[in-house]
């Protein structure tokens, strides 16, 4: 006899189970000459902040079908670069002369041999330029952290590869000091560390250096650089000085299901930041 509890979840699991392939076969239906990738699930939402810690929540959808978020300000306009899954996968970059409330978006375009598949884009100020630094060649073993400049924000010329090593991804550059680089990688479930002097050649791991967490991008807050990630707790930032990372505030970003993380930063000035991250009901 069919006990009354499975009688019970039998149509239950039947709603769940349409409702996955809905979700898995529709794109196909609406795009049948794209490849679907998993980024087509995500989609990039915004928070705004007033001292890097304290976080509010836009609930709008910035964009669809995009993952791995990076921004920069850049004489008066917001520079969001992002993967870009729409139908296949592609670098893409959305510029808005209104802090955010708009854009206007365009396909990143990268002069050199070491990009043919960039992703997990990073983007700095580097004096009177935008420095691009991204994972070069998607699926290679083994991944090469590939830099790169522009003075459009669009069109760019590599400069160097950074780094590589096997299954490492996202990568965060940031300049500690006149004479000193840093740059994060994601390696697991941990941070990887490398230095150097110079980005015209590639950086040196740092063997001493441990931290748990992904997903990252550092910037200056209140004149001290505020490393954003993803840890246990969700989004989280931490303080990054010469000893190190130390945890600032956990847990920024609530009110969302499913999976949330690549906070990117926007410093418009003292008391003036916007975050962006992606969002998937569907595990990365």
Request: aromatic letters at 12%; glycine letters at 10%; charged letters at 10%.
């Amino acid at each position: 006899m069919v006990s009354k509890k499975l009688r019970i979840m039998t149509p239950i699991l039947a709603v769940g189970l349409i409702a996955v392939l809905v979700v898995v076969i529709a794109p196909l239906a609406l795009y049948p000459n794209c490849n679907i990738v998993a980024p087509y699930y995500h989609r990039v939402y915004s928070a705004t902040s007033v001292n890097g810690l304290s976080w509010t929540v836009n609930s709008t959808v910035i964009f669809n079908h995009a993952s791995v978020p990076g921004a920069v300000y850049y004489y008066g306009k917001v520079y969001l670069y992002f993967i870009n899954a729409e139908c296949g996968e592609k670098l893409s970059v959305a510029i808005s002369d209104n802090h955010g409330n708009s854009f206007a978006v365009y396909d990143v375009a990268i002069s050199g041999s070491n990009s043919p598949r960039p992703v997990d884009p990073n983007p700095i100020v580097d004096g009177g330029l935008i420095r691009l630094t991204y994972v070069g060649n998607l699926g290679g073993n083994p991944a090469n952290i590939v830099t790169s400049h522009s003075f459009d924000g669009i069109n760019f010329v590599e400069d160097a590869i950074l780094f590589s090593e096997a299954n490492i991804t996202d990568p965060d550059l940031f300049q500690y000091s006149p004479g000193e680089w840093i740059l994060f990688v994601d390696l697991g479930s941990t941070l990887l560390k490398a230095n150097g002097t110079s980005i015209s050649m590639p950086l040196v791991r740092d063997t001493t250096f441990s931290f748990g967490g992904i997903l990252c991008s550092t910037h200056y807050i209140n004149g001290k650089l505020h490393t954003y990630y993803l840890g246990s707790k969700g989004i989280s930032v931490a303080e990054y000085n010469s000893s190190g990372l130390t945890v600032l505030a956990e847990d920024l970003i609530t009110g969302f299901t499913g999976f949330i993380g690549d906070p990117t930063v926007v410093v418009f000035g003292p008391d003036n930041y916007l975050m962006y991250f992606k969002q998937t009901d569907i595990p990365p």
